[in-house]
Structures are given as C-alpha cells and as structure tokens.
C-alpha cells in the first residue's frame, strides 16, 4: 500500500453505483486507493446477498441493522455503531437486512489471510 496524503472525502460528491441482490439493492460509493477500498454501502429493504463471501473486511454499522448470516448457520447481527472484522478467506457470510442498512465498510491488502 502506497502513502496516503492527508485528505477529505465529499461522500456526497461521490456517484452511487448500484448492484442487485437476490431481493433488493445496494448503493456503493466507492474510495479505491492501492491495495485499500473504502465504501459507503446503503442496502435497500429487505435485502439479500446474491452470494457468499470470501473477502475480509472491516464493517461499521452507521444507521440500521445488518444481519450477517456465516456459512455454519450462525447469524450476527450488527446495529449501530458496532463493527465486524475478518480477513480474506476465513469465514464465508452473506448480507441481509430487514430495514435496510447503512455501513462504512473498509477492505484490502491488509487483510489476506496469512498461512503459518
């Protein structure tokens, strides 16, 4: 990852791009530097994961809840202002939400699963 100089970010500058569920849509804003993405992720109403992932991620809650349904069954639900973490290729999870969500969600280099 390069150096990143001090700056600010107009979220509302930023043009949303929008990517389909199995049941409704997220809006992604996207940030994307060497090797570090940053996204502002709105899911509408009764939104579904149209897959399983694989990618780590730092994910905070900014308004709503967020379920996040893990391959084994488990469900964790986050809502405002708490966060999840996990690196790539540790843990398979799919969104959803009821009401729909609001999320920071920070991803990259920094979090490929290393082996020992």
Same mark, same amino acid.
């Given at each position: 990852? +390069?150096?990143?100089?001090?700056?600010?970010?107009?979220?509302?500058?930023?043009? +949303?791009?929008?990517?389909?569920? &199995? +049941?409704? /849509?997220?809006?992604?804003? &996207?940030? *994307?530097?060497?090797?570090?993405?940053?996204?502002?992720?709105?899911?509408?109403?009764?939104?579904?994961?149209? %897959?399983?992932?694989?990618? $780590?991620?730092?994910?905070?809650?900014?308004?709503?809840?967020?379920?996040?349904?893990? #391959?084994?069954?488990? *469900?964790?639900?986050?809502?405002?202002?708490?966060?999840?973490?996990?690196? @790539?290729?540790?843990?398979? %999870?799919? =969104? =959803? &939400?009821?009401?729909? /969500?609001?999320?920071?969600?920070?991803? $990259? @280099?920094?979090?490929?699963? #290393?082996?020992?």
């Amino acid at each position: 990852m +390069n150096n990143i100089p001090f700056q600010t970010i107009d979220w509302s500058s930023i043009e +949303n791009v929008e990517y389909k569920g &199995t +049941n409704g /849509v997220a809006l992604w804003k &996207t940030i *994307q530097f060497p090797g570090l993405r940053i996204r502002l992720v709105e899911y509408s109403n009764g939104y579904l994961a149209d %897959h399983w992932c694989e990618k $780590g991620h730092i994910v905070h809650c900014l308004e709503g809840e967020l379920i996040s349904e893990l #391959k084994t069954g488990e *469900q964790i639900k986050l809502s405002r202002g708490e966060s999840f973490i996990v690196s @790539d290729d540790v843990s398979s %999870h799919r =969104s =959803s &939400t009821e009401n729909g /969500v609001k999320l920071l969600i920070i991803d $990259g @280099d920094f979090l490929k699963y #290393k082996h020992e």
